[in-house]
């Protein structure tokens, strides 16, 4: 039997969903014009150059991918979770643990790697992470994680690469 708590959240994440596929959250502004404020700056052409489609709409149109369609959210073994956009390393494989979100999420970050800022799309008030270096949206930050931190980094696999422990991040 749903709680009218669980049909509103359900309902909510409908819309959501149902939205995402008509709007792209944050795509207001000149579409040419590269980010400011950020170490690594690019067009959007540029941007579309480099990136293959899917990491384009999650990294630079703020978007989300579906949940359970990234292969890094089965991912374990050690490593690296690089910026998909400007290979800035993200994320150490330690820190990753199972949300049953769907998605890959971390309970930190490592250091000095991303920023947050206020998310009010879809109806809710979340925090956006986003790479410190270029600015790419990577996904959102909740208070239900694991300790040591009780932080969820849910992040999007298509922003992301994994860099497998001794491989080169070229």
């Known amino acids: 039997m749903f709680s009218r708590r669980t049909f509103t959240k359900l309902g909510l994440a409908l819309t959501g969903s149902t ?10 502004g000149a ?7 950020f170490e690594i700056t690019k067009t959007e052409a540029e941007w579309r150059n480099i990136l293959t489609p899917d990491q384009f709409y999650v990294l630079r149109k703020h978007g989300t991918e579906r949940a359970g369609t990234s292969p890094l959210n089965k991912t374990y073994a050690p490593g690296v979770y690089h910026c998909a956009g400007c290979n800035l390393p993200l994320y150490s494989s330690k820190t990753k643990f199972d949300s049953g979100t769907g998605w890959p999420s971390f309970w930190q970050p ?23 270096r270029c600015g790419g949206h990577l996904g959102h930050v909740f208070d239900d994680g694991p300790q040591p931190t009780g932080l969820r980094y849910c992040m999007n696999g298509d922003a992301m690469k994994f860099v497998p422990k001794g491989a080169s991040s070229g």
Do not use: I
């Open 19 to 28: 939205a995402a596929g008509f709007l792209t959250p944050r795509a207001a």
């Open 31 to 37: 579409a040419d014009t590269p980010a400011k404020g």
């Open 110 to 132: 490592l250091e000095n790697a991303v920023g947050t800022s206020g998310d009010d799309s879809f109806f809710m008030t979340r925090t956006e992470v986003h790479c410190r």
